[in-house]
């Protein structure tokens, strides 16, 4: 499974127990208007970094938290191996 579609499933997994109604996630969609709250983002970057085994927010010391859908998934995508 990509990057993409396991950040999608984690985020959908997510919003069924904080009870959101997540609109259809697309790479243009502003992170805000996703209905996550800040602790729903932590639990979501908590398990990516589960799953994926990296944290690309605490790798970077200059890594500023994206605002899109696409910017946070390409954050995962790029993180160097």
């Known amino acids: ?27 243009d969609l502003p992170l805000q208007d996703t209905g996550f709250d800040s602790l729903a983002f932590a ?16 790798i970077a010391e200059d890594a500023a938290f994206p605002s899109t859908v696409g910017e946070f998934i390409r954050a995962y995508e790029n993180v160097p191996a």
């Open 43 to 58: 639990i979501l970057v908590a398990r990516l970094e589960d799953d994926l085994g990296i944290d690309p927010f605490t």
């Open 1 to 27: 499974m990509s990057v993409k579609l396991r950040i999608f499933s984690a985020m959908q997994q997510i919003a069924e127990e904080q009870k959101v109604t997540l609109p259809p996630l697309q790479d």
